[in-house]
């Protein structure tokens, strides 16, 4: 699939940004999605993904309890809503994805770039100023 990100920007610490990613191709309810982060000097880093239930779901420490992802299979899009945020969270956001060939576990949450289906978005920025 390929992978287009939007609803990056500039906000203001403590407010909210929805970020979308949207995909286009077939057989999207079949994909794990992920949203990653990478600022510059530092390694890209996962945030946040969802099986293909919206039970599935996995964040990282560092955004648990104030990022939200869903899905809406029937638009093809996994959305992030992000709540509280900070100066530390401006970064590059990308979404990822990789075609799921078993059931998703928490124990592998994440696309893996190592796989066949797996595809990266353009990227969208976010900043937030204190």
């Known amino acids: 699939v390929q992978l287009v990100e939007s609803g990056g920007g500039l906000v203001q610490a403590g407010g909210s940004l929805r970020l979308s990613c949207v995909a286009s191709?077939?057989?999207?309810?079949?994909?794990?999605i992920g949203w990653f982060r990478q600022v510059p000097g530092k390694e890209r880093e996962a945030l946040s993904c969802?099986?293909?239930?919206?039970?599935?779901?996995y964040y990282a420490d560092s955004v648990k309890g104030r990022f939200t992802i869903s899905r809406d299979n029937a638009k093809n899009t996994v959305y992030l809503q992000m709540n509280s945020l900070k100066p530390g969270d401006t970064a590059i956001y990308y979404c990822?994805?990789?075609?799921?060939?078993?059931?998703?576990?928490?124990?592998?949450?994440?696309?893996?770039?190592?796989?066949?289906?797996?595809?990266w978005g353009q990227g969208t920025q976010v900043t937030v100023s204190s």
């Open positions: 990822a994805a990789e075609r799921l060939l078993s059931l998703w576990t928490i124990a592998n949450p994440c696309p893996n770039p190592l796989a066949t289906s797996f595809s």
């Open positions: 191709g077939s057989a999207f309810d079949d994909y794990a």
């Open positions: 969802i099986g293909v239930s919206d039970e599935d779901t």
